[in-house]
């Protein structure tokens, strides 16, 4: 049975913001819900604050149990690699670093920048989630990550914001597409075509779709798909399909597609962040898993994408 190191209400209080339920965060202690309860009243009593709003659909943090859950991450996660230590882990070199992505950089970048990594961290241990931008927001959220990679249009209230580059949305077409010939193209333009999109919980879909109905403009997806990358190998003819460069990169620099940016500010309003839990140490090797990423990123900022670096504010934990 694994030990934590945190205090009863605390362990408590972290299962049930896990969860949004007392309970099913009695039942993942093995505990009576009445004492999951109990121990809420006891530690919003010795706070002096309100941690959650009991709501019919379970229960949601204010914002006072939204700092208290990234305080409590932080250590639960912190007291689960010094017990791992004190067992002797460390000393036969398991080292591990968590990292979650949305689905658009699963498929090439994440394995590269994660392979690259690997050859110079032999002993290494990485776990990659791959997940929609919301659960991916809340991976983090929670400390069963360490960073998070996706895209997003607005901060994120309990997370680090560690590195920011502008990252537009692109019209993405076979090479010997009519818009092609354009050096951008309008959300007028492409609605004229068969569109392959993704679904619409992904944020590139939703910043089109706002396009869309700010200019009067409808369209059928010829294509849906709620896994991206299943969409820019199906592109023929005169299909288009959206996607950031850095998702497009390897198709578009061998010459079989091409990416062409949108006029339309809101399409170009998206960013691609690194994020961590506020209040999260991080460990050496996961500050310089940051940087490897940071790096991978500014790589492809060079070449198209367009950047705007956040320093990394996080710093190494103490030896």
Known sequence: MPVSLLSLPLRYFLEVARTGSVNQAAQRLHVAASAVSRQLGKLEDSLGVVLFERQARGMALTEAG???????????VQSVELMAQLRGLSAQGAVRVRVACTEGFAATFMPLVMSAFRQAHPQVQLQLQVAVPHEVSALALRGEVDLALKYSVAPEKGLQLLHSAIAPIYAIMPAQHPLARQRSVSVADVVRYPLLLG???????????LSCAVQGLRYVPAVESNFSSALLPLLSGQDVALASYLTAARWVEAGLLAARPFDETQLQQRRLQ??????????????????ALVAAIEQYGKRKVGRRRTAVAMRPAAP
């Open 66 to 76: 939204t700092r208290l859950l990234a305080h409590a991450n932080a250590h639960d």
């Open 199 to 209: 679904a619409s919980s992904i944020t590139g879909r939703q910043l089109f779709d």
């Open 274 to 291: 690194v994020l961590a839990a506020e209040g999260r140490v991080p460990s050496a090797l996961v500050l310089q898993f940051t940087q």
